[in-house]
């Protein structure tokens, strides 16, 4: 059974750096698509940055520059290090796996980012 655990969320100052990771088990292969989300209050959940098992990745324009996204196979885990928080960035900030044609999703996890 695939699952994915989070942490790292919290309350950060405006200008702070906060770090998530995203451990999967139940996998076998290095092959796949994991990523981070967030969904703030009233809005859609947005790609935040994605990570391919080619190590490409993608950004969303708002966090170009701020955040970057990391993975270590070995551990099945990935990383979202985030520097220069602002406002914008409060959210509920979720994990998604994509896995042998099938989507995960972790738990979510808070990140607010207050003055």
């Known amino acids: 059974q695939v699952q994915l655990v989070e942490s790292g969320g919290g309350l950060v100052q405006i200008g702070g750096s906060l770090r998530l990771s995203c451990a999967a088990s139940?996998?076998?292969?290095?092959?796949?698509?994991m990523g981070w989300y967030r969904q703030a209050p009233g809005k859609q959940r947005e790609l935040v940055a994605v990570?391919?098992?080619?190590?490409?990745?993608t950004y969303a324009d708002s966090v170009k520059g701020r955040f970057t996204i990391s993975r270590d196979n070995a551990k099945n885990t990935i990383y979202l290090q985030m520097n220069s928080l602002k406002p914008e960035d409060t959210a509920v900030y979720y994990c998604?796996?994509?896995?042998?044609?099938?989507?995960?999703w972790g738990q979510g996890t808070q990140v607010t980012v207050s003055s």
């Open positions: 998604k796996l994509v896995y042998i044609g099938f989507t995960y």
């Open positions: 990570s391919t098992s080619g190590d490409s990745t």
């Open positions: 139940g996998i076998r292969f290095s092959d796949y698509i």
